[in-house]
């Protein structure tokens, strides 16, 4: 089955550092990522669309500058926490969808990102 | 806008015993519904889902009906097992085919032996 693998599982940084957390396709090819954010005991709210070769849409009330979207290939993409903060702490998660056939392929997710800044 | 809406839990059961978990939505036209998994340590994979009204969607013994007079889409399992310990997310997406998914906040199931 498709496999989407998401690094690191947990990172603890000082606030004021940047983190990228890494999102791979591992066998399919991937036009679109998005990019989830969870707090505890909330639901998972879209931060932002990835697509390979432009600019990725961000989700209203998602800052640009501060979280960094980078889908430079059909099977990776990145999003880099710029000057985190202790209120960035949270679970990330990335899923991907098939190239082809796109539109009406499943999501398939990654084990997501624990980020905790101290 | 669109909104999920699931009982919370946490949800602990006893073998063979029977699942429901709550799902009611919020959408405008009509929306794709699913339900999700996350079984620890691992990523949400995609238990079930229905695209149209009194469609049902089942796999792994867990069906979920679209019920569009009452809004709901509940997941129910007839005889759970240890193994089905897991986090499930009901999620929808808007009419139209938008790709963006909406999820609830998620119940916990624990199924003890």
């Known amino acids: 089955g498709a496999v989407v693998s998401q690094h690191p599982s947990w990172v603890i940084c000082k606030s004021g550092t940047s983190v990228k957390i890494e999102c791979r396709s591992l066998?399919?090819?991937?036009?679109?990522m998005f990019w989830y954010r969870q707090f505890p005991k909330q639901s998972l709210m879209l931060m932002a669309t990835?697509?390979?070769?432009?600019?990725?849409?961000?989700e209203q009330g998602v800052e640009k500058d501060k979280f960094l979207i980078n889908h430079a290939s059909l099977t990776l993409s990145t999003l880099t926490v710029t000057s985190a903060h202790p209120e960035d702490s949270s679970f990330y998660i990335c899923s991907a969808r098939r190239a082809a056939p796109s539109y009406n392929s499943p999501l398939h997710f990654g084990n997501g990102t624990r980020l905790t800044v101290t | 806008g669109d909104s999920v809406t699931q009982m919370e839990g946490p949800v602990t059961l006893s073998e063979e015993a029977f699942l429901t978990i709550n799902c009611t939505y919020t959408a405008t036209g009509y929306p794709s519904l699913f339900w999700y998994v996350q079984y620890p340590g691992e990523g949400l994979q995609l238990l079930l889902k229905a695209t149209k009204a009194d469609d049902k969607g089942s796999n792994k013994g867990f069906e979920a009906t679209y019920r569009k007079e009452t809004t709901s889409f509940h997941l129910e399992k007839g005889s759970v097992q240890v193994s089905d310990s897991a986090v499930y997310f009901c999620a929808l997406t808007s009419q139209g085919g938008s790709e963006k998914l909406v999820f609830g906040k998620g119940t916990k199931l624990t199924v003890n032996p």
């Open positions: 066998d399919f090819q991937a036009t679109t």
């Open positions: 990835s697509n390979e070769g432009s600019k990725a849409t961000y």
